[in-house]
């Protein structure tokens, strides 16, 4: 599939220019002087997140009847790339709320749920988290073991989610579980749960490598009991909607490594233009200029990878394998762009008063998230053998 075959416009409208512009400013006056800090301490200001929301960053691809700013796929990832840029734990707490939250209650909810829930997560007022991830089923998420048992007019849920992102912080949750064990994947069910709901605990929080500013959380499921107004969609749909979630969600990851990986250029570009070494700056010495030409070419390719698929997700069009192939390379370009923004600072690029190991740290999970690279690649290649 080529840009031609979309009718890909490199163009941005007024609107999605405006979206970039005050994603921009708003990063790099509001977020930007944080980062460290956010990193240091493993928490972001609640401040700082109300802002976003009150900007419309929480539910950008969300109609404004529903509390959104009403804007297109394609504005959602120029906003994320910014932020990401300055922040990549601010970047993930946005991207979950956004792709993995608010679009499957925009796509498959039921006007009620979107009144009760979409609107209020939209706006800012309420945290979502996506819960698919188990101990024991990670990227093969049909094993789940969390069961969802028939009980009166609703449901009784009993299980243990993992490495759920905003998972101690949100307040909603979207969780899948087994209904229907003998059907495999179609006796999968998705429900949206108030975290207060009794029986439902957060478990351990995790400490990790990098976006140590987004909380990852254990969810544990003890009997937690939800009415059928909590069931998203069909009984028999939540697999379905988990991968149509996941499309989506990868775009944002992909625009989030390719905010990460610009970040990585643009701090190495302005350090090597500063460091001297044997007399001159190291700006001027060719193996530095290669590094720095390979960054900026891989992460403009990314962008451009990104992009498509976006735009192809706002034509309503098929855009598994676009999404797959973007979150692929980009997120490769953002571990490549990290290691040699590490290197071209050199020893100060280990130290945590420079950014390069921050953004070293912040690369590598989106290799990870929302499924692996590897997953990435089955996808791909699933796409290209049903052509």
Request: contains cysteine; proline residues 2%.
């Amino acid at each position: 599939m080529t840009a031609a075959d979309v009718g890909f416009d490199l163009t941005l409208t007024d609107e999605q220019e405006l979206a970039q512009r005050t994603a921009r400013e708003f990063a790099t006056e509001k977020v930007l002087p944080h980062a460290t800090e956010i990193d240091a301490k493993a928490a972001i200001p609640k401040a700082l997140l109300a802002e976003m929301a009150s900007l419309g960053f929480m539910g950008i691809a969300v109609p404004e009847r529903w509390g959104g700013a009403g804007l297109d796929t394609v504005s959602a990832v120029l906003v994320m790339e910014e932020i990401n840029r300055a922040c990549a734990s601010t970047g993930v707490v946005m991207s979950v709320n956004n792709s993995l939250v608010c679009q499957p209650l925009l796509r498959h909810g039921s006007d009620t749920q979107k009144e009760r829930w979409l609107r209020p997560l939209a706006s800012g007022k309420l945290l979502g988290c996506f819960a698919l991830s188990e101990p024991a089923s990670g990227s093969d998420a049909a094993a789940m073991r969390t069961s969802a048992k028939r009980d009166g007019q609703g449901w009784l849920l009993s299980g243990t989610k993992n490495f759920i992102t905003n998972g101690a912080s949100a307040d909603v949750v979207i969780v899948f579980a087994q209904t229907d064990p003998p059907k495999g994947h179609r006796g999968i069910a998705a429900f949206v749960v108030d975290k207060k709901t009794k029986g439902l605990t957060v478990g351990k929080v995790e400490h990790k490598l990098g976006i140590r500013g987004s909380d990852t959380a254990q969810l544990i499921f003890d009997g937690v009991r939800v009415g059928d107004e909590g069931l998203l969609g069909e009984a028999s749909a939540g697999f379905r909607i988990a991968l149509d979630t996941l499309d989506g969600g990868r775009i944002g990851i992909a625009a989030q490594a390719v905010g990460i990986g610009r970040a990585c250029l643009e701090d190495a570009l302005a350090y090597a233009k500063e460091r001297e070494a044997f007399g001159k700056k190291i700006a001027e010495f060719q193996a530095i200029q290669e590094m720095l030409a390979n960054m900026a070419t891989e992460v403009d390719a990314a962008r451009l990878l990104t992009w498509r698929a976006a735009a192809l997700k706002d034509r309503g069009e098929d855009h598994v394998m676009a999404a797959a192939q973007a979150k692929l390379f980009a997120s490769d370009v953002a571990v490549r762009a990290a290691r040699d923004c590490v290197q071209i600072f050199g020893g100060y690029g280990y130290l945590t008063e420079f950014p390069a190991e921050r953004h070293y740290r912040d690369a590598k999970i989106t290799e990870i998230y929302e499924g692996t690279s590897e997953i990435m690649k089955l996808v791909i290649a699933e796409e290209l053998l049903k052509e």
